[in-house]
């Protein structure tokens, strides 16, 4: 009898469970690597300091989640669209992680890849299930659509709850109230299938939600976090940027970017002035998330935010090329809302970087603006 | 009278502000750590043992600690403390230029509000250390360092990207024979420059332009920045008591009705700290457990610090 994979992919936020959903559908053992990087430090014993940090947090979980007990690796890629720009990193760096995963966990397992690209998205999962012997019949191929529609619903439910629970914990009069009941509809929705239990797992999510109270009397500001989709779901370097801003400033978070949003929802994020900023002050793409950043902040701008946190990882050119865009809108925008770039990887500070973002949030509380 | 006290707790130096309730500075301190932070905090209370203490406001990269251990009433990032006191002492100021120990800020200031600042990241050249282990290398107290740089008729080139550039730069300028005021004010502008590529990212900066913290003290750096900026930067009277002024100010501000300050008494206490580790979760957080010993000589602990998840506060 053929032995059944456990199934490793890395934590990449809600992407581990768009692509856990169809293994969970096929009764797949599925590995949980966890979120925390607080041992990622012992990652630069190993890895060349050129990789960006994006890189080194997806080769980090590959790892662990070996170390875990993992047979059958999913490694999320962008080197598709990086074939596209000039930032050659994941390209050069990706194909790599076969043979440097095999050498450290000194075993075999079985690797197959799946495309972070929206163009590549639906194809590319499958070609991972046609590898591992799953899509044989025109059966299956019915059977993988009601899967993907299945992990396309719970990233939407993902989206709409999040969306929801930052609105409502800006105001919540009992402090940590929200990110507790988000943490737990996130545990639940990342291993449920049975259609009818995801349904009331949302539904009743909802109304906790909508029942936490709130002091309609505050009036919180708006922060909208930008940059590398794999930087913002990590920790930093200790600590969790969001949970940090939200508990200690009862500012809200505004979230420009969600997968849902980026696979399946791709005019929300190029609407109106995004396009016309686009072709006046980033009109060519340098390969990695850039384009997407930009796009958050033109987004964040439509939506009045009252200021922007970048997360860049250090040494990321498509990313230092988004502040000079940002620098040259700001010349040309009245208004621009407060701006601040904060650079990190694995060596980073996490007191360093948590004054910055104080000093930015005390900044916005005390403007009147 | 009802007086409030900021502390400063910076890398290199605590700074402490008394005022009193019309926010007017009756007192400062600064003092070296000489790494040991809490003997310093110890020492420079004392200063300010005849005064009734209402509020309590800690600032500076050691303020979460300190903050706990001194029972400060408010906890602010020394940016929005220099910010306050700025605004408050010099209400036309545009821009600060703050050069601390470790870091450096840059402070813009329109209306009142601090509008935009910037923080050095990776890059620690241009920051008090680096002045005082070049004048320590080269035997000059680092009080006479700015005397002996403004003699200077022709500062040389040194590189600024790195602090380990420079002092090879620098030891390189020495072994082919510049004169010591030629370096020591090449250093100065060229730590200048640095600050404004990287901390200031070219931006044109509005006058007048404030220059803060401990670096403020060496005149060769002013010089440096009159220079570069074409412009007369002003030093204010407390230039290296600013964040313990604003945090003084943002304390009174929001004075409570009975401050958590432990009192002068309670540093005459042995103070002590163990660490462990959380096992509860991946992270593994180093946690620190602060004591005290009371009265009767007993161990009691004041407080835990440093779990991601806020359970031990």
């Known amino acids: 009898m053929k032995k059944q994979p456990k199934i490793g992919t890395p934590y990449a936020g809600e992407m581990r469970m768009f692509i856990y959903s169809f293994f969970q559908d096929l009764r797949l053992e599925t590995i949980y690597v966890p979120k925390s990087q607080l041992n990622f430090r012992e990652l630069s014993s190993f890895s060349s300091d050129e990789w960006c940090y994006t890189m080194k947090l997806l080769y980090y979980d590959l790892l662990k989640a070996l170390n875990m007990g993992a047979d059958t690796i999913i490694s999320g890629s962008n080197a598709l669209f990086t074939l596209l720009g000039p930032c050659k990193i994941p390209h050069l760096v990706e194909h790599r992680f076969k043979e440097l995963l095999r050498k450290k966990a000194k075993r075999d397992f079985d690797y197959h890849v799946f495309y972070f690209n929206n163009i590549a998205f639906k194809l590319s999962m499958m070609d991972v299930l046609r590898k591992m012997g799953y899509l044989r019949t025109p059966g299956d191929m019915l059977r993988f659509r009601k899967m993907f529609n299945k992990a396309k619903l719970k990233l939407k439910m993902s989206d709409e709850i999040a969306t929801t629970m930052r609105k409502i914990r800006a105001k919540e009069k009992k402090k940590g109230e929200t990110s507790k009941i988000h943490r737990e509809f996130v545990q639940k929705l990342e291993k449920e299938q049975d259609d009818k239990r995801l349904e009331e797992l949302f539904s009743g999510t909802k109304r906790k939600l909508m029942a936490v109270k709130q002091d309609e009397s505050r009036k919180p500001k708006k922060i909208a976090i930008v940059g590398d989709y794999i930087s913002i779901v990590s920790e930093f370097p200790c600590f969790d940027l969001e949970n940090f801003i939200s508990d200690k400033f009862s500012i809200e978070i505004y979230q420009p970017f969600t997968v849902y949003k980026y696979y399946f929802d791709k005019k929300s994020l190029r609407s109106g002035k995004v396009n016309e900023f686009e072709k006046k002050y980033m009109r060519f793409w340098a390969g990695g998330s850039d384009q997407n950043t930009f796009r958050m902040i033109l987004k964040a701008i439509e939506e009045d935010v009252d200021g922007i946190i970048q997360l860049r990882n250090f040494g990321c050119m498509p990313e230092q090329m988004v502040i000079e865009a940002v620098n040259q809108i700001k010349e040309d925008v009245e208004d621009f809302p407060p701006f601040i770039s904060i650079c990190f990887d694995e060596h980073a500070n996490a007191e360093g970087i948590k004054t910055r973002v104080e000093a930015f949030c005390n900044t916005l509380l005390r403007s009147g603006r | ?313």
């Open chain 2, 1 to 313: 009278m009802r007086y409030a006290l900021g502390i400063d707790v910076g890398s290199i130096s605590i700074n402490f502000a008394l005022l009193n309730d019309k926010k007017k500075v009756v007192e400062t301190l600064y003092l070296r750590t000489f790494g040991d932070p809490t003997k310093a905090l110890r020492k420079g209370l004392k200063k300010f043992k005849k005064h009734k203490i209402s509020t309590l406001g800690v600032t500076g990269s050691g303020r979460n600690f300190m903050g706990i251990i001194a029972g400060a009433d408010v906890i602010f990032d020394e940016i929005t403390a220099h910010s306050v006191a700025v605004l408050h002492m010099y209400p036309k100021a545009r821009t600060v230029i703050e050069i601390g120990g470790q870091d450096s800020k840059l402070i813009c200031l329109e209306k009142g509000v601090s509008k935009d600042f910037s923080m050095n990241s990776v890059c620690a050249a241009g920051t008090g250390s680096f002045l005082d282990q070049q004048a320590a290398r080269l035997g000059i107290k680092i009080e006479d360092f700015g005397g002996i740089a403004l003699e200077s008729k022709k500062p040389t080139r040194i590189a600024g990207r790195c602090t380990v550039f420079a002092e090879s730069d620098m030891i390189h300028k020495q072994q082919t024979g510049y004169k010591r005021e030629d370096i020591l004010a090449g250093l100065c502008e060229s730590l200048a420059l640095n600050y404004l590529s990287t901390v200031a990212m070219g931006k044109i900066l509005d006058e007048p332009i404030l220059l803060l913290g401990g670096v403020a003290a060496n005149k060769g750096m002013k010089q440096a920045f009159n220079k570069i900026l074409r412009t007369k930067v002003i030093i204010p009277e407390h230039y290296s008591c600013m964040g313990a002024i604003g945090v003084a100010i943002l304390a009174l501000e929001d004075m409570p009705e009975k401050t958590k300050f432990r009192g002068f008494e309670f540093f005459d206490t042995d103070l002590f700290q163990e660490v462990s580790e959380c096992g509860d979760c991946p992270n593994r957080c180093e946690l620190i457990h602060i004591f005290c010993t009371d009265k009767k000589g007993k161990k009691k602990k004041i407080a835990v610090i440093g779990s991601v998840c806020g359970k031990y506060r």
